[in-house]
C-alpha cells in the first residue's frame, strides 16, 4: 500500500519543465538578437554563438527529459501490472444481458436514497419518497449542529405513526433498538441541550450572552425532561447527571475564570459533540428510512460490500490451483460456492441456517427453492425426531429406508419411527 | 409495570469489530488496478505525442544549427533566425498542450491514490474503537466504491442516441457525487457513442477513430478496420452508390488483399450478387410473391439451389453485423484503454449474490420472454404495509392480533437475494457453501413445528400482552384474556401461562414449548 503510495509520488514528479524554459529562453534571446542593432553592433556572432549553446542547451534538455519521464512511466506501468487483477477470472457465472434492467432497477433504488434518483422516474404518486427532506436535515444536524427543523420532523412524524398504531412508542422498548422512538426523542433533547450548555459556556465574549445562555439552557431543560422522565423513568438517572454537570460548570465559571473543571464538567464536554451530532444523524437517517418503510441500506450496496468481503477468498481459491485449470468457481457435487465465506453478522443474519449433521448439506423450506438454471433444488426441510435430535428429510430417508423401518436416532439411542417425525422451520424473530 | 424489552435481531453490540477491515488496501488496489491503468495507458500514449513532436523537434534544431553556421550574410541569418523562432513557438505551443493533457491525468491518478489512502485510517479506527459511527464512517469508504461502480457502468450502458451526454445519468450522478476525477468519463463515453453510430449504421466517427488509433491497430493485427471498410463498401452496395462502392474497394479494402483474401473474393461478386440484382430476379420470376415479408430474399429460396448458391452471399446485408461490428470495435477500444471485459459492477453483484444465496432464498426464475418488473412497480410494492408476517385475515379480532404483531416484531433485516429487484438476477447464480448452522441460543419447538429462540418468544410475548393492555381493547371471552393473567406457580417459571407464535398469531401453553437439539 504505502510502496504504491511512493510509486504514485515518483510519476508526479513527470516533468518537462526545462525543456520548456530552455525554448522560452532561445526563443527571448532570438527575438532580441533580431532587434535593431543599437549599441551593440559586433555582438552578432557571439549573439550567434550564444544561440548555438542554446540550442545545444535545448537539445540536451529535451533529450535528459524524455529519458527521465520515459523512465517514471515504464517503472510506474510495472508497479500497475504488479498489482493488476483479471476480474473476468472471477465472473464465471455472468448477468445476461437482458437482465440489464433488473441492474437499472436496483441502480434507481439505491439512487432513491441518495437524493441522486434523475427527477422524471418518479411521479406525483411517490411524492412521499422524497430523500431530499433527509439529505436536508442530514447536513443541518451534521454540518450545522441545528436540530430545530429534526424535531420539527420527530414530531410531524411520529404523530402520523402514532394515529397509525399507538403501539409504537409504548408497545415496545429497548435501550438497544435504535429506531425506538422514545429513545431517538430523548437523544434529540439531550443532544440540543448539550449544545446550548456548551455555547454557553465556551463563548468568552460578555458576561450578559453567558448568563442568557445559561438560563436559556435552564428552561430547555425545564421544558423537555420531565416530559421525558414521565415516559421512562430510566433516563432519570441519566438526566441527573448531566444536570449536575452543567451545575458544576456554571458554577465554577462564576467563581473563577480559571478552569477549575470538576471530574463532572468534564464528562460532558469531553463528549466530543461532533460525534455526537454525528450519531445523531446516522440514528436520524434510520429512522427516516424506517418511517418510510425502506431499509437503511440498499440492497445493492450490501451485494457489492458482500463482494468486496468475500474476495480474497475467490482470489485465495484460484491461486490454489494450478493454472489455467477450468474451473466455474462452484463446488463439484453441488451448485455452491466451492468455500465457505465468513461475512460480518449484519450480512449474514437474513435467514437461519441449519446444516444437517448426518449429510452435512443446508436444509431448505419445504417448497422447492428457486430452480436455479440446471440445477435444481430438491426440497429438503429439517425433520424432529421424536427424541427431539433434527437431522434432513433427506437423511431420514436414508437412515428409515425411505420411511420402511424403524431405526436408531444417530445422536441418541432411542429407536425411532418415520411417522413420529415432524417437519419443522426455524425462524428469526 | 416492567416494560418488555425486545431488541432488533441485528447485532448491535460493539464490543468486537466485524470483519469489514478483511478486505485489506492491498486487495482494493489489486480490484481497482484497471482506475490506474486507464489514465496510464493514456500518458503512454500522450508520451508517445511528446516523444515524436520532440524527436522532430530536434533533427529541426539540429538543422537550424547546420544553417546558421553556413550562413554568409546577416540577413540570411536573420531570416534562418526568425523561422527558428516560429518553428519554436509552435513547439512550445504544441508541448504545452500536451503537458497540460498530462497534468490532467496525473491529477486522476493522484485523486483515486489519495482516495484509497483514506481506507487504512478508517480501518485502524474502526477496529481500535468499534462504534455506529467508526463503522458508518468505514461503510462511507465502501458506498463511495458502490457509486463509482454504479456511474462507471450506466456511463458504459447509457446508449440511448435521445439522451444528449450532459442529461445521461452516470454523468450527472459523477458530477453530483464530485467523483470527476475517480472516473474516466470521457474515455468511456466516447465508447459508448461510437458504439452507439455503428449500431444505427453510422460510419464516420468510427472511420475517425480508426485513423487516429491506426498504429495500434496494425500493431495488434485488428481486424476491425477491413471488417469497417468491408461493412461502408456493402452499405454503399445496398445503395445501389456501386460508383462509391468501387472507390472504397480500390482505396481501401484492395489493400487488405493478403489477410483477408476470401472475403474480398465475395466482395467482388456481391457486385453482382446483392438485393437489387435478386430483387429484379425475383419480380420476375416470383412477381406474386408477397413482397412484405422481411427479410427479402426467402422468397428467393423456394428453389433449395439458388438459396444454397446465394445465402452465403445475403448474409453480407444483415444488420447483424453492425452489432458485431460494434462488438469488435468495443473489444479493440477496451483493449487499447485497459478498460476490464466485464463490467466491474456486474462482476460484484454475481459475487456478492452468491455469496449470501442461502438454500432458504426464494428466488424463482424467470424467463427471457417474461417481463421484467418496471421500477415503479417495485418501490409501490415496497412501501406497502408489510402484511406478510402474521398469516391471518379471517377475521376482524384475528386481524387485530396481526396488526399488533406486526407492529411489535421488530424488522428483521430483509435479505437482499431475496429482494423484488434481486431475485430475477440470483435465479441462475450458485448458492453459499455454508459448513456451519446459523440459528439462535435456546430452540424450542411449538407443536405447530415452528422454532424460535426461547427467550425472544418470550420477551415477544411479554411485548404482546402489554400492547394489548395498552390497547384497552374489550377482551372478555377473547383467549388473550386468559393469557394475560400471570402464573406464578411452579409449572410457569415465567409468570407466563402461554407464549404467541409471532408467525401464526396462535397461543400455545408454555409447557407445549419443547427444546430441541438442531446439532
Sequence with gaps: ?429 | MTVPVLTAQSDTNFTKADSIHDPNVDLQIKLQSYSYRIPLEMIRQNFKTIQKLEERQLKKLEEFKKSLKSSKTPEQTSSIKKSLITSLKLFEKKLTRQVKIEEELLSRINARAEHLAKLKPLQEAYQTSPSEITKDELLNWYRDQTNLLIITHLLKESNDPNVSDEDKLGLKLMKSLHMEKLVDYDVLTQASRISQDIKRGKLTSLITWITENKTYLTKIRSELEFQTRFQEYIELIKNDKTKEALAVFQNHLSSFAKTNFDEITQASSLLVINPGSLESLKTKNHSKYDTHREPYYPSLFRNQESHNTFSQYLHFFSPDRYESLSEIFQTVYYELHGIPKSDPLMVYLSIGISALKTKSCQCPEIKKSSPIASFEDILREKLQPKSDTCQHSASVEENSTATIINSIRPQIPSCPVCSLEFRGLASTLPYAHNTKSSLFENPIMLPNGNIFDRERLIGFTRAYLTAIKTQKIDLSGHEDEYYLQTDVSKSYPTGLRGVIDPIEGVWYDCSDMVTVFPS
Design chain 1, 1 to 429: 500500500m504505502d510502496n504504491f503510495i511512493t510509486e504514485v509520488e515518483k510519476l508526479n514528479s513527470l516533468s518537462y519543465s526545462k525543456t520548456l524554459s530552455s525554448t522560452r529562453t532561445l526563443i527571448d534571446q532570438l527575438t532580441l538578437s533580431e532587434e535593431p542593432p543599437d549599441s551593440n553592433d559586433n555582438n552578432t556572432s557571439s549573439s550567434t554563438n550564444n544561440i548555438l549553446k542554446s540550442i545545444d542547451s535545448l537539445s540536451t534538455n529535451i533529450n535528459k527529459e524524455l529519458k527521465a519521464n520515459h523512465g517514471k512511466i515504464s517503472k510506474f506501468n510495472k508497479c500497475v501490472m504488479r498489482n493488476e487483477l483479471d476480474l473476468s477470472q472471477y465472473y464465471r457465472h455472468p448477468i445476461p444481458e437482458w437482465k440489464n434492467k433488473i441492474v437499472l432497477n436496483a441502480i434507481n433504488l439505491h439512487l432513491l436514497r441518495l437524493g441522486q434518483l434523475d427527477d422524471d422516474m418518479l411521479d406525483d404518486h411517490f411524492s412521499k419518497v422524497d430523500f431530499s427532506e433527509m439529505k436536508e436535515l442530514q447536513d443541518q444536524i451534521v454540518n450545522k449542529h441545528e436540530l430545530e427543523k429534526t424535531i420539527e420532523w420527530f414530531y410531524k412524524n411520529q404523530n402520523q405513526s402514532q394515529n397509525q398504531n399507538e403501539l409504537s412508542l409504548t408497545g415496545v422498548n429497548s435501550e438497544v433498538d435504535s429506531t425506538n422512538d422514545l429513545d431517538f426523542e430523548f437523544r434529540l433533547h439531550r443532544l440540543n441541550f448539550l449544545k446550548l450548555i456548551n455555547a454557553g459556556t465556551s463563548s468568552s465574549s460578555g458576561a450578559n450572552t453567558d448568563e442568557d445562555l445559561t438560563i436559556q439552557s435552564m428552561k430547555y431543560s425545564q421544558n423537555w425532561f420531565p416530559k421525558l422522565i414521565e415516559k421512562n423513568p430510566t433516563y432519570l438517572s441519566q438526566i441527573s447527571k448531566l444536570m449536575s454537570g452543567f451545575i458544576l460548570d456554571v458554577a465554577s465559571g462564576q467563581e473563577s475564570n480559571q478552569a477549575t473543571a470538576t471530574s463532572q464538567s468534564v464528562n460532558y464536554k469531553e463528549q466530543s459533540l461532533d460525534s455526537n451530532f454525528k450519531e445523531l444523524s446516522l440514528l436520524f437517517s434510520k429512522k427516516y428510512c424506517s418511517n418510510l418503510g425502506i431499509e437503511y441500506e440498499s440492497n445493492l450496496f450490501q451485494l457489492t460490500l458482500t463482494a468486496f468481503i468475500s474476495f480474497p477468498n475467490y482470489i485465495r481459491f484460484l491461486e490454489k490451483l494450478p493454472p489455467n485449470t477450468p474451473t466455474t468457481l462452484t463446488l463439484a457435487s453441488s451448485f455452491e460456492t466451492p468455500f465457505s465465506i465468513e461475512l460480518p453478522s449484519f450480512l449474514s443474519k437474513f435467514h437461519p441456517i441449519f446444516i444437517c449433521p448426518v449429510s452435512k448439506e443446508e436444509t431448505t423450506s419445504d417448497i422447492a427453492p428457486s430452480e436455479s438454471g440446471f440445477h435444481s433444488v430438491v426440497p429438503n426441510p429439517p425433520i424432529c425426531l421424536p427424541c427431539y435430535h433434527i437431522i434432513s428429510k433427506t437423511s431420514l430417508h436414508k437412515i428409515s429406508k425411505n420411511g420402511l423401518s424403524s431405526f436408531k436416532c444417530p445422536y441418541c439411542p432411542t429407536n425411532c419411527y418415520a411417522k413420529d417425525c415432524k417437519q419443522v422451520k426455524f425462524h428469526f424473530i
